[in-house]
Structure formats: structure tokens, C-alpha cells
């Protein structure tokens, strides 16, 4: 599958069939999550692969209704959850660097959508999901001090088709030389 068609034909599936994921479509995906790049090469995401049904229900209940996404982490048969050691990710001998603190949101977004790219090319449909009480999925998931749980993600194969959302005009969304120049 070409880059720009797994692009543009990424959908956020919330609905699974039941079909097992194979440990090699997971470790695949994954693989694709460990390839992102990272500030300064800091790598500070971690995955936490669920697929005990009694987690998963854990995790959906941590979840902030009326996300449409909770039945699908109960549901999928997979669900893949991102986590971030603190402190490497926008920092330089121990100090932020930047005016937006900890980089590791956007580390771990980096290796989501290419967790998400790379699921799509394997068949699979995945969500982003980041409505949800973190600190009680940190405790499920016996997350230790450091590492934050930062979004998650159902994995599986898909049970509906959902259309492309409109998306604006680049003409909306691209400046050139200073903001709101056309």
C-alpha cells in the first residue's frame, strides 16, 4: 500500500469482528510504532499490549462517557495501550527545552499513527482513543512512577466501513511566510 493512500484511507474503526490478531500483525504494528522518530532519538514510548477481556473491560470502564470508543476497547481483540517515560522526551540534561514542557505527547502520536498506517496495511482498523481517566488506567495496568499512560488504541479487523470525514481546503489550513498570509 502506498504512503498517501494509507493516509488519506485511514478510518477510526469502532466497531471489530471478533477474528483473533496474530502475534505477528501485532508485533508488526508495533514494529512500525518503534520506527517513528522521537525528540532527539529519546524513544520514550511504550506499548502495553491487552488482550485479557477482563482488562480490556477495565480500561473501558477508566473511559469518559459518551465516548463512542468503549465498546470497542471492550470489544476488540486486541487493545494496544501507549505509555511515555517522563523526562527524556524535550529535554537536555535534565531540563526542558521548550516552552511546551515534556515532548512525549507528541513522541507518542508519532508512533500511533504509524502503529494506525501500519495496522491499515495488514487489514486491521484501530481508533485513537485519549478520553479517558489516565491515573485509573495506570492502575490497571500497574504502570510505574515515571511513565504516564498517554492514549490507546482497539486493533482489529474491521465490522463497518465508516466514510471519509470532509476535510478543509489546503487553501484553509497553509500559510506561507507568516500566519494568515495567503
Avoid at 508495533?30 to 514510548?45: D, M
Avoid at 495501550?81 to 512525549?104: H, M, R
Avoid at 492514549?151 to 471519509?164: F, N, V
Wanted: glycine share 8%; hydrophobic share 40%; with cysteine.
Amino acid at each position: 500500500m502506498e504512503v498517501l493512500e494509507a493516509i488519506k484511507g485511514r478510518r477510526s474503526i469502532r466497531k471489530y469482528k471478533s477474528t483473533p490478531v496474530t502475534d505477528e500483525d501485532v508485533n508488526a504494528v508495533l514494529e512500525a510504532a518503534r520506527w517513528a522518530p522521537s525528540w532527539a532519538n529519546t524513544q520514550c514510548a511504550r506499548y502495553v499490549v491487552v488482550r485479557d477481556p477482563g482488562t480490556k473491560a477495565k480500561l473501558a470502564e477508566a473511559m469518559v462517557p459518551p465516548t463512542p470508543a468503549i465498546a470497542a476497547v471492550r470489544e476488540a481483540p486486541v487493545v494496544i495501550v501507549a505509555c511515555a517515560e517522563l523526562g527524556k522526551s524535550g529535554y537536555k540534561k535534565g531540563s526542558p527545552v521548550t516552552n511546551k514542557g515534556d515532548w512525549f505527547m507528541f513522541d507518542v502520536a508519532l508512533g500511533m499513527q504509524n502503529l494506525a498506517l501500519a495496522a491499515l496495511s495488514r487489514g486491521l482498523g484501530t481508533v485513537h482513543v485519549g478520553t479517558f481517566d489516565a491515573e485509573k488506567a495506570e492502575e490497571i495496568l500497574g504502570i510505574p512512577e515515571g511513565v504516564v499512560v498517554a492514549s490507546m488504541t482497539p486493533l482489529g479487523y474491521p465490522d463497518e466501513e465508516p466514510k471519509a470525514p470532509p476535510r478543509r481546503e489546503l487553501s484553509e489550513l497553509v500559510f506561507h511566510e507568516s500566519y494568515g498570509q495567503k
